[in-house]
Antibody
Framework: QVRLQESGPGLVQPSETLSLTCSVSGGSISSYYWSWIRQPPGKELEWIGYIYKSGSTNYNPSLKSRVTLSVDTSKNQLSLKVTSVTAADTAVYYCARETLRFLERGNYWSFDLWGRGTLVTVSS | AIQMTQSPSSLSASVGDRVTITCRAG??????LAWYQQKPGTAPKLLIFAASNLQSGVPSRFSGSGSGTDFTLTISSLQPEDFATYYCLQNYNYPRTFGQGTKVEIK
């Protein structure tokens, strides 16, 4: 059974860089798109971006200038970096697998597997 | 980015009630819509993909319908474990965008 586990500092200073890792166990990183999604306390979900095993990425324009995603296929790990953080970056950060389903009426994506999430607080 | 608007933002219902949540996309997205259930302190759980396809292991009391810009999630007979927040998500293009959520509370 494939499992995702986010890890990293729970507290980050304003203006510093937030760094998180997502470890994938029970399966390979290959053949899927891997996204990071965040949720500020009491608020809705926000897609941050995805990375593929090749290293190709796609970022949310709202965060693009501050976000970097990377992948280490040898370790089955994904990484997220967000620079110049402020209190607005305080959130639970999730990694999620995006799977493509092939149906008769078309091909459809969905985030079918999520990590448990990790809370990152930006505060001095 | 495609804006996703859910309604209502919250509702109160009793066990056994039929519950309907709607989601409207800011532009046509075909059937590229998913529904998620989230309970406090846990990650979202996929219920429905491709607008109307039930994810494996999800009870059949959950169903989805719609296409284009208007979509519906229906719970045919609300159970105690269904009290949660529900989100729609468009998988039509990037950036992926979620609705603001609908909280289903006990009446």
């Amino acid at each position: 059974q494939v499992r995702l586990q986010e890890s990293g500092p729970g507290l980050v200073q304003p203006s510093e860089t937030l760094s998180l890792t997502c470890s994938v166990s029970g399966g390979s990183i290959s053949s899927y798109y891997w996204s990071w999604i965040r949720q500020p306390p009491g608020k809705e979900l926000e897609w941050i971006g995805y990375i593929y095993k090749s290293g190709s990425t796609n970022y949310n324009p709202s965060l693009k200038s501050r976000v970097t995603l990377s992948v280490d296929t040898s370790k089955n790990q994904l990484s997220l970096k967000v620079t110049s953080v402020t209190a607005a970056d305080t959130a639970v950060y999730y990694c999620a697998r995006e799977t493509l389903r092939f149906l008769e009426r078309g091909n459809y994506w969905s985030f079918d597997l999520w990590g448990r999430g990790t809370l990152v607080t930006v505060s001095s | 980015a495609i804006q996703m608007t859910q309604s209502p933002s919250s509702l109160s219902a009793s066990v056994g009630d039929r519950v309907t949540i709607t989601c409207r996309a800011g532009q046509g997205i075909g059937n590229a819509l998913a529904w998620y259930q989230q309970k406090p302190g846990t990650a979202p759980k996929l219920l429905i993909f491709a607008a109307s396809n039930l994810q494996s292991g999800v009870p059949s009391r959950f169903s989805g319908s719609g296409s284009g810009t208007d979509f519906t999630l229906t719970i045919s007979s609300l159970q105690p474990e269904d009290f949660a927040t529900y989100y729609c998500l468009q998988n039509y293009n990037y950036p992926r965008t979620f609705g603001q959520g609908t909280k289903v509370e006990i009446k």
